[in-house]
């Protein structure tokens, strides 16, 4: 053997011994991106109970049929273990589980139709090989029959789940507001809240492109308003700059506005893992959303209020219960302390029509949850122990409508009605939406 011979085997020796390695090193890294996208869609959320091992479901969801409860998703037997990756698919993004059924549609694969091929590798990766396996039998739905038969939801799919059809972002369109459409309305899945719904349960716009329901926010469910995160002023996002918007979903706080209730696990679990450039996208795309509202402008600030109390003048209806309970945070003033207790005058999601969260977090209270880069937990006590229902709507109305805020009144009736609804499914640190988003 000549000294080629001997080269050209070392040589071929060397490939064949590396070839492991760098397939180790190509699945550490789809695995890793699996990872990522998995934060992105906050699969944790709903696939986690409380108290419960991360992704092995069992987490109850209420519907206006009865209770869903998720999946486990880990890679045992009890879950997706004996999944192919076509199974994988077809529950993501086709709502069809591995029995052939349809999925409820809490399970939100409407939105993730439009995640592409690529990144359905990279989570299929991430959850056969990046999650630990646990041994937890899927929950039976708390649904009654006849309504707990799945064949309708066929039906339900075919008429309004979209094909599949990876995201396709417009020809000469901006890659960053493009980016941000694809984790918007898709893994991200904002519109599952944020979007409206026909009485037929389905969101009534998938994309900004269907109509302006995309994300012009919900009726209440379990006690919160996903609001509006269209470019209104009054109720959207149209007073809130990119650079404000990147903070909050970074830290859950900005300089006015503190995350509360669902949208803290939504920060907790997910956007703060995200890069500062997927979130300058998202926040560069919801920007593009034109107002519903065409004729809004921006808040005004209006000093009678803050003039009268600074003067002792408590005479305005639930004024005297605003400086028992709320102003030593939120100051008689409404403007709150930076990034710490927020802002209520101006502030968006009090002025929505409907003023569920408002009441339920008075009621309840919250916690402002500690982030990577906003270590620090505030938290607001509740008042259902010590207010009635007429102080509570009083104490409501009077923030609504002080300090240029534009908000609909409640009655008594209104806080009774919550109350009893949270005692129903609602613990103090339990919440759901945001001061802001």
Not at 43 to 61: D, E, R, S
Not at 110 to 121: E, F, G, I, T, W
């Amino acid at each position: 053997m000549n000294v080629i011979q001997i080269a050209a085997l070392t040589l071929l020796a060397s490939l064949l011994t590396s070839l492991p390695a760098r397939a180790a090193e190509s699945d550490d890294a789809l695995i890793e991106q699996g990872r990522y996208l998995a934060r992105a869609g906050d699969c944790v959320a709903c696939h986690t109970a409380k108290g419960g091992a991360p992704f092995a479901g069992g987490l109850g969801m209420e519907t206006p049929i009865g209770t869903v409860y998720s999946t486990n998703i880990t890679p045992h037997s009890d879950g997706i273990g004996n999944y192919s990756f076509e199974d994988f698919d077809k529950a993501v993004r086709h709502g069809i589980g591995k029995s052939g059924s349809s999925l409820y549609p809490a399970m939100p694969y409407p939105s993730y139709a439009r995640v592409s091929d690529a990144d359905m590798r990279a989570l299929y990766a991430y959850f056969m090989k990046g999650v630990a396996p646990v041994a937890e039998p899927n929950k039976p739905t708390d649904i009654p029959w006849p309504l707990s038969m799945r064949w309708p939801l066929a039906i339900w799919r075919g008429l309004f789940a979209p094909p599949v059809s990876a995201y396709q972002a417009p020809p000469g369109s901006d890659p960053v507001i493009s980016r941000g459409a694809y984790l918007v309305e898709g893994l991200g899945h904002c519109g599952a809240c944020h979007t409206p719904r026909a009485i037929t349960m389905q969101e009534k716009a998938l994309s900004a492109a269907d109509n302006a329901d995309f994300l012009a926010g919900s009726a209440p469910l379990e006690g919160w308003i996903a609001k509006s995160l269209r470019g209104d002023h009054k109720d959207g996002l149209g007073s809130w700059s990119e650079e404000q918007l990147v903070q909050f979903l970074k830290t859950g706080r900005s300089d006015r506005s503190a995350v509360f209730g669902g949208m803290s696990d939504v920060v907790e679990h997910s956007m703060q893992y995200m890069t500062h450039e997927d979130l300058t996208a998202i926040a560069r795309y919801l920007k593009t959303l034109p107002a519903v509202d065409r004729a809004d402008k921006p808040h005004q600030y209006d000093a009678r209020v803050s003039d009268a109390l600074w003067k002792g003048d408590d005479s305005k209806v639930g004024a005297g219960v605003y400086i028992d309970n709320c102003a030593a945070c939120h100051r008689t003033d409404g403007q709150g302390y930076t990034r710490v207790f927020p802002a209520l005058a101006g502030n968006p999601v009090l002025q929505t029509e409907d003023a569920s969260s408002l009441i339920h977090i008075v009621l309840a209270g919250g916690t402002l949850p500690a982030t990577h880069t906003a270590p620090s937990t505030f938290t607001m006590p509740g008042f259902a122990w010590r207010l009635s229902d007429q102080e509570v709507a009083d104490v409501v109305n009077f923030i609504r409508t002080s300090w240029g805020n534009r908000g609909s009144t409640v009655s008594a009736d209104d806080v009774k009605q919550m109350r009893g609804d949270d005692m129903k499914h609602t613990s103090g640190d339990d919440l759901g939406q945001s001061t802001s988003h």
